[in-house]
């Protein structure tokens, strides 16, 4: 023993002896087999992982060889290079003469594997990744190796089993859980599901249906990997999670289980099929397979039931702690592994169908998914992580001490210093501390996110809204206890409640629909009585429920997610507009669940980042997916600004900067695709000039409202499309080569497909192209020689007046740098002031005839004497007259900075300018409410008289003096 004593000292001494014993009958053993002892270097980690594993220890005494193959070989020293595993496997089963050698073999190779996996675990050299990923691959090869060996000798006596068509066919093992996962621990159970594609025969000397062979074939397979020999076991193999378990067939073809899946299947299979995984077998069909299984697990909608059947799940099994007192299990207890999973897959249930990044089946890599997507916070998944890695750790270790299936932490205490040990710690207490603040984080973690210890639904006051919604008291009671709740119209909220209740989508709603709504009810009132205006605000509710009543998800969403009622009541009440947005996009409602984010919108560089990321998950060349993704990144961002603006959190020209932020992202994003769908098929459009060759560009002019950063809910989009070909050779280089006029022509034709093709989420915007040179007359797409010869020569005044707000916002830099210069020049012009005056009066008067209102009591904001476009038409007809002298006005293109520039120039006195800026501000900040509130962009009476008295005189003064 002497040459163990100083590694000895590094072990807590209450396990010294068994270490002790281990070394001595292990060198008797090497004695006996006439090899040496392994040498010093290895001592170290050798009475660790004895200490931990009587496991180890024993195989090693038991056969001392294998200890000296592993070391021999590097095997400990190093991690396994990928496919390793699957290679040894194959060459241990190469010449299996019969059934008892291949179980034997596999046992025995079983063995080996399983100590050189604990021994670097518990040495230290090891990460748990690399653990779970030996294990999971283990697993892999032996069911595959076993199943071909078996496969093969049962084809060489029944034949091979085909379909009717003559097609082989072969079984297909779906590995679940954690094996699915690749996260499979030391001693634990193998869940697998059987299944054969289709129906049919063998054709050999003793026939059988497809579904007797396949039958046979697995519970050999069963039989070859569970049965407990002399030489242990391969693996446990749990065949419960397959359709209606224990009772079901053990193998059943891809239409039975498609057929089960879509009429039958539970909750909790929906929670077991995310990590299912084809390990074995047909692994081309296995995927085959799970793509049919894909819409049972991963719902296209929001599935906020999610929750609620998780939830329920979770609280048999916590009764099942309960009554077998597995506080103390590591897996199913409080804080365990099981509630980190169903952190996990509780959003990968919720979110998977719109989502596919996060179907993924490995919950570590889930949870980092979440973190990117800001589902949880990162902190939260950092320490989710870490708990993560403890608890499997702590799992490992447990069963590697005699490599039993057990998670509860032991109770004596030389078990419990093993562990601790294991583990790194010094003692006990510094361990269970350790190990007791992961758990305490995840069970507090848990409880956030499964809603769990929240006001129940009968609290004070709830009771009552639930008998109006039940019509269980009288109608004057019912008046009564919502004047109570706050309505100022009890009669209109009861008539609201009425229209939705004889609804016909709520009476073609499904018990369980109704359940869900009966349970949202009553907080839903309440809601909406503590707010102003609470009969409308229900009325408008009352919509959004209709419209979503045969999709309960989004019922379970408001009752799980308290603060999302909340949100979606005060701006239901503050705009109807929201409110219609909402309820013709009830996707939106997700937004709602973050308020940080929700009346946060984000700037340019973080809505290109977000786009990408959405645009990422759309499968390739899945053109119609990505037209859904373009309108709802548009919806959720508009709405983003919408809830900051209504709650007073931006600025008027903040709002318009976020809404012009959000059109000339999703301008760039179209146009990128639309250059990807026509260079795809016809290739780049080429051009030789002065003998140089290169590609033409294409860039996008925003005027009007996008032009100038004025842009406001609703608004259209005003654009010219220019091109820079030139020169010879003007033809696209690909296999179906273009003029390059007609290639920029289609790809003109398809960024507006990409921007107004109606899909179910709507359009992107409604698109203006009339502004082009020549109007409709006009190329779609014009060069910009061409562009620039109309801007000198043909080009009437309107014209110029519109190419005052316009400026580039995608596409070719070199086109953007040349418009601009152009730009510049053509407003610098030296013009004839009354004769500019004239035309520019005369053009406004045209307007003013026919779009300002025929109703004298009415007001229009911007066509009416005295609104938006007296003062646009204003600063155009100053920016144009005086831009000769002096170019700084035509830096910028919106309103606001070109009165500054107006003023800093001495063309506008200060009062004037003012006096402009602040009406141009309110009349726009008016026409923003009147879209939010649904209204038409007319206000009566003496609203912002001062401002539009204001804005007349001046016109009066400025464009009506004489000529």
Not at 41 to 55: E, K, P, T, Y
Not at 285 to 310: H, I, K, Q, W
Not at 575 to 603: C, K
Not at 926 to 954: M, N, Q
């Amino acid at each position: 023993m002497h040459e163990l004593d100083s590694v000895l000292a590094t072990v807590p001494q209450p396990l010294r002896p068994g270490v002790a014993l281990h070394w001595q009958r292990y060198c008797e053993a090497c004695a006996r087999d006439g090899i040496e002892p392994v040498a010093a270097g290895w001592h170290a980690a050798l009475v660790r992982v004895w200490a931990c594993s009587d496991f180890v220890a024993e195989n090693c005494t038991r056969t001392p060889r294998l200890l000296a193959g592993l070391i021999a070989g590097e095997a400990l020293a190093a991690p396994d290079v990928p496919g390793a595993i699957g290679g040894r496997v194959a060459a241990a089963l190469a010449d299996c003469s019969d059934e008892a050698v291949l179980s034997a073999r596999l046992r025995t190779l079983r063995r080996r594997e399983m100590v050189r996996i604990a021994w670097r675990d518990l040495s230290g050299a090891a990460k748990l990744t690399e653990t779970l990923e030996d294990l999971s691959a283990l697993a892999d090869a032996c069911v595959d190796a076993a199943l071909t060996w078996l496969y093969d000798a049962a084809s060489r006596r029944h034949g091979e089993p085909r379909d009717e068509r003559g097609r082989a066919q072969r079984l297909v093992v779906l590995g679940m859980g954690k094996l699915g996962g690749r996260e499979l621990n030391y001693s634990s159970d193998i869940d697998l599901i059987f299944a054969f594609p289709e129906h049919g025969s063998t054709a050999g000397p003793r026939p059988l249906e497809n579904q007797e062979f396949f039958l046979r074939l697995a519970q050999k397979l069963i039989r070859v990997l569970d049965a407990l020999t002399a030489d242990g076991f391969v693996f446990r193999v749990d065949m419960r999670l397959r359709p209606f378990g224990d009772s079901g067939p053990l193998v059943a073809s891809f239409a039975a289980l498609e057929t089960y899946y879509q009429s039958q299947g539970r909750d909790w299979e929906r929670y077991a099929m995310i990590k299912a995984r084809a390990m074995a077998g047909d692994l081309e069909a296995g995927e085959r397979l799970l793509e049919t299984l894909r819409p049972f697990v991963f719902r296209r909608y929001l599935d906020y039931g999610a929750f609620e059947s998780l939830r329920n799940l979770k609280a048999m099994i916590a009764q099942e702690v309960e009554r077998k007192g597995l506080q103390d299990n590591v897996k199913l207890g409080p804080g365990g592994i099981r509630e980190i999973e169903f952190i996990g897959q509780a959003f990968q249930l919720i979110y998977g169908g719109r989502e596919p990044p996060l179907r993924v089946r490995g919950i570590r890599e889930v949870l980092e998914r979440l973190a990117d997507s800001r589902r949880l916070p990162e902190d939260a998944v950092d320490r989710l992580q870490h708990a993560y890695d403890c608890l499997r750790r702590t799992e490992n270790r447990l069963q590697a001490w005699q490599d039993r299936q057990t998670h509860r932490l032991p109770e004596d205490d030389t078990g419990r210093l093993r562990l601790a040990f294991s583990m790194g710690f010094a003692d006990w207490p510094a361990f269970r501390q350790t190990l007791d603040a992961h758990r305490s984080f995840v069970a507090e973690r848990f409880a956030q996110v499964f809603a769990l210890g929240r006001e129940a639904p009968v609290a004070e006051g709830m009771a009552a809204l639930a008998a109006v919604w039940h019509e269980t008291v009288s109608r004057e009671a019912a008046a009564a206890r919502l004047a109570a709740a706050g309505y100022d119209h009890p009669p209109a909220a009861l008539e609201a409640l009425d229209r939705l209740r004889g609804s016909l989508a709520y009476r073609s709603m499904s018990a369980h629909g109704r359940e869900r709504l009966d349970r949202l009810m009553p907080a839903l009132l309440r809601e909406a009585g503590n707010g102003p205006q609470p009969a409308v605000t229900l009325a408008r509710l009352a919509q959004l429920l209709e419209a979503v009543a045969r999709r309960s998800v989004y019922l379970a969403l408001l009752h799980e997610k308290p603060v999302a009622l909340g949100q979606l009541v005060a701006l239901a009440g503050a705009s109807p507009w929201i409110a219609e947005q909402l309820t013709r996009f009830p996707v939106l409602l997700d937004e709602l669940l973050n308020p940080a984010v929700l009346y946060a919108p984000p700037g340019p560089e973080a809505l290109a980042a977000e786009v990408r990321q959405m645009l990422s998950r759309v499968p390739e060349g899945d053109h119609e997916a990505h037209l859904l993704v373009l309108r709802q990144f548009k919806q959720i961002n508009v709405l983003r600004v919408a809830a900051a603006d209504v709650s007073g959190a931006l600025p008027l020209m903040v709002v318009s900067d976020h809404l012009t932020a959000i059109a000339e992202t999703l301008l760039h994003e179209a146009l990128v695709q639309a250059w990807a769908d026509v260079t795809v098929r016809h290739g780049l459009p080429r051009c030789v000039v002065d003998g140089v060759a290169r590609t033409a560009g294409f860039a996008i002019i925003a005027y009007g409202k996008l032009g100038g950063l004025e842009l406001g809910y609703g608004s259209d989009l005003d654009l010219v499309f220019l091109h820079d070909s030139a020169g010879e050779e003007q033809e696209t280089d690909g296999e179906r080569p273009l003029d390059n006029a007609t290639f920029f022509a289609r790809l003109a034709q398809r960024l507006i497909h990409v921007l107004t093709a109606p899909t179910g989420a709507g359009v992107l915007y409604e698109i203006d192209t009339r502004l082009r040179p020549s109007g409709r007359a006009g190329m779609m797409v014009a060069s910009i020689d061409g562009y620039a010869a109309y801007q000198r020569a043909g080009a009437w005044t309107w014209e110029h007046q519109a190419l005052v707000r316009a400026r580039p916002v995608t596409g070719s830099a070199a086109i953007a740098e040349r418009f601009c210069a152009l730009r510049q020049e053509v407003l610098a012009r030296v013009r004839e002031p009354a004769v500019l005056r004239r035309e520019v009066r005369e053009m406004r008067e045209k307007m003013r005839e026919h779009l300002g209102s025929r109703n004298p009591a009415a007001f229009h904001l911007k066509q009416d004497r005295g609104g938006m476009a007296d003062i646009e038409f204003i600063v155009q007809y100053l920016v144009l007259a005086h831009t000769a002298e002096e170019p700084i006005l035509v830096r910028y293109t919106d309103n606001v900075r070109q009165l500054a520039a107006l003023e800093a120039t001495g063309i506008l006195r200060s009062a004037d300018a003012n006096l402009l800026r602040d009406a141009y501000r309110q009349l726009r900040r008016r026409a923003h409410l009147a879209k939010l509130r649904d209204e038409p962009a007319t206000i009566t009476g003496d609203e912002l008289k001062p401002y539009r008295d204001g804005v007349e005189r001046l016109w009066q003064r400025i464009m009506e003096a004489e000529d």
